[in-house]
């Protein structure tokens, strides 16, 4: 089982800052098949990512994916409130398929 | 527009047999794969299996293997999870979701990340 790790855990950051989040794999992802979602409170999660950096449908593109292999980032270029939400990395390329634990960005 | 409605929310006690659905519309519903996500409260997502409604081909997590049943209606584009017997430690919320798919080598489909979700359907097990 591919176990993913994201990091920081809950950075807490100001609207128009930078956000990174990490995503770790503890094997190399193939094809690189790693998504992005994020999850708001009370809500489903929504897909952001795939591929590791192919926005979905209506994504804005001040969210970016990069990475390959074992090291993954998601970016977001300056926050916007609506953005203060928690992210999930998962991957489909290997069963059973894996998400990260979640990270939560917070409001300063 | 795809779309997945599932149903509401569910108060049992421990024992209890349960099945919760997630209705389907917006494509075809028998050429594309459907999975389920659990989410504990307070907690992560987790992948508990997919199902592929056109043969049933069902693949699940360890986690949940003999634990729960993925199964479909293909008449009514519906997908469904199914506890014989509920635990305190099932209370949670799930979600079914349906996977994007490519065709492998073999022109068979296979699932991809998830690009569509239900609203969830919260599961409270209590005596």
């Known amino acids: 089982e591919i176990v993913l790790t994201q990091s920081p855990g809950a950075p807490s950051l100001s609207p128009g800052e930078r956000a990174t989040l990490s995503c770790r794999a503890s094997?190399?992802?193939?094809?690189?098949?790693l998504a992005w979602y994020q999850q708001k409170p009370g809500q489903a999660p929504r897909l952001l990512i795939f591929?590791?950096?192919t926005r979905a449908t209506g994504i804005p593109d001040r969210f970016s994916g990069s990475g390959s292999g074992t090291d993954f980032t998601l970016t977001i270029s300056r926050l916007e409130p609506e953005d203060f939400a928690v992210y999930y990395c998962?991957?489909?390329?290997?069963?059973?398929?894996?998400f990260g634990q979640g990270t939560k960005v917070e409001i300063k | 527009e795809v779309q997945l409605v599932q149903s509401g929310a569910e108060l049992k006690e421990p024992g209890e047999s349960l099945k919760i659905s997630c209705k389907a519309s917006g494509y075809s519903f028998a050429s594309h794969w459907i999975g389920w996500v659990r989410q504990m409260p307070g907690k992560g997502l987790e992948w508990m299996g997919n199902?592929?409604?056109?043969?049933?081909?069902?693949r699940y997590g360890p986690s949940f293997e003999g634990q729960v049943t993925i199964s479909v209606d293909k008449s009514i584009s519906t997908a469904y999870l199914q506890w014989s017997s509920l635990q305190a430690s099932d209370t949670a919320m799930y979600y079914c979701?349906?996977?994007?798919?490519?065709?492998?080598?073999?022109?068979?489909?296979?699932?991809?990340?998830?690009?569509?979700w239900g609203q969830g359907t919260l599961v409270t097990v209590s005596s």
């Open positions: 199902i592929y409604p056109g043969d049933s081909d069902t």
């Open positions: 591929g590791a950096s």
């Open positions: 094997q190399s992802v193939r094809s690189d098949y």
């Open positions: 979701a349906r996977p994007r798919s490519y065709l492998d080598n073999n022109n068979f489909p296979q699932p991809y990340y998830f690009d569509s």
């Open positions: 998962h991957q489909y390329a290997t069963s059973p398929w894996t």
